[in-house]
Nanobody
Framework: QVRVAESGGGSVQTGGSLKLSCAAS????????MAWFRKAPPKEREFVAA???????TYYQNSVEGRFTISRDGAKRVSLQMDSLEPEDTAVYYC???????????????????WGQGTQVTVSS
């Protein structure tokens, strides 16, 4: 059984920073990519950032490019540094794991098999 656990959410004011962390553990599996998604009602879940487990590429949603940084933090761990936060960033943030290497599109939620429970990020104006 695979467990995905996020941490680091909280409340900040506009312009502030937060760092989210995610760790995957459990049954033997290979990580090919990890990603962050977010959901703020009534919006649909949306892609935030992704990082393949080899190479130097990273992928970001346009609205967070230049403000958020995704990084690998060791075996099956990823973080998301969020700077210059805006009220529009308020959402529950979910960590996702791809154990199958399903092609080159990192933006679709269907690529990811394992998901965390989410951590709340609230940005006040």
């Amino acid at each position: 059984q695979v467990r995905v656990a996020e941490s680091g959410g909280g409340s900040v004011q506009t312009g502030g920073s937060l760092k989210l962390s995610c760790a995957a553990s459990g049954s033997t599996f290979t990580v090919y990519a990890m990603a962050w998604f977010r959901k703020a009602p009534p919006k649909e879940r949306e892609f935030v950032a992704a990082i393949p487990w080899s190479g130097t590429d990273t992928y970001y949603q346009n609205s967070v490019e230049g403000r958020f940084t995704i990084s690998r933090d060791g075996a099956k761990r990823v973080s998301l540094q969020m700077d210059s936060l805006e009220p529009e960033d308020t959402a529950v943030y979910y960590c996702a794991v791809d154990p199958y290497n399903r092609g080159s599109n990192y933006f679709h939620a269907d690529r990811y098999r394992y998901w965390g429970q989410g951590t709340q990020v609230t940005v006040s104006s």
